[in-house]
């Protein structure tokens, strides 16, 4: 059973950097089936995909946060990272990671979500 | 507002059956077949509950069923059950460059 695990600062002061990482355990991602994704849901309000890395370093980024973001992946230790800069309240929000199936394009294992505050 | 279009909410009985829509366009959900739909719970992450437009994930209830016309898909919840209310997401592929859009959910109420 393929599980991951978001972790990081729960609280972010405005203009700073926001990183999250996503430990990733039962499976692996350097995986040929698999993209892994970052997604986000501001309190009491939608999902919004963030962007996805494949094992060999390959991103896709939300153009609507692409200047903001990188995402980054390190398979000796199975985790992927989340950076977003120059965050602002509206940044606030509970961040998933989640597996991705490659072609398909559908979220199949979660984590379970941590909340990133951004407030001084 | 969200790309896909979904009811804020809806609800049904025990043991009734329920419909959920997404809208979307030709450039997602009426070009390709990659419309998924996601139970959250209050505090919990969503659940994938039908993947590929109608696939249903191991694990995942035979009440639970999708399908598509046009530029909209569908979920359907027959056998309405207490467990069943929560938030429901629909997800689709998207030719332009966003790559994934999600419908701004749908609140069941299980009355």
């Known amino acids: 059973q393929v599980q991951l695990q978001e972790s990081g600062p729960g609280l972010v002061k405005p203009s700073q950097t926001l990183s999250l990482t996503c430990a990733v355990s039962g499976g692996f991602i350097h995986n040929d089936d698999y993209y892994w994704s970052w997604i986000r849901q501001p309190p009491g309000k939608d999902l919004e995909w963030i962007g996805y890395i494949f094992y060999s370093g390959a991103t896709h980024y939300n153009p609507s946060l692409q200047s903001r973001i990188t995402i980054s992946v390190d398979t000796s230790k199975n985790h992927f990272s989340l950076k977003l800069n120059s965050v602002t309240a509206a940044d606030t929000a509970v961040y998933y990671c989640a597996r991705t199936r490659s072609g398909a394009h559908y979220f199949d294992y979660w984590g379970q979500g941590t909340l990133v505050t951004v407030s001084s | ?111």
């Open chain 2, 1 to 111: 507002q969200s790309a896909l279009t979904q009811p804020a909410s809806v609800s049904g009985s025990p043991g009734q059956s329920i419909t959920i829509s997404c809208t979307g366009t030709s450039s997602d959900v009426g070009g390709y077949n990659y419309v998924s739909w996601y139970q959250q719970h209050p505090g919990k992450a969503p659940k994938l509950m039908i993947y590929g437009v109608r696939n249903r994930p191991s694990g995942v209830s035979n009440r639970f069923s999708g399908s598509k016309s046009g530029n909209t898909a569908s979920l359907t919840i027959s056998g309405l059950q207490a467990e069943d209310e929560a938030d429901y997401y629909c997800s689709s592929y998207t030719s332009t460059s966003t790559h994934v859009l999600f419908g701004g959910g749908t609140k069941l109420t299980v009355l």
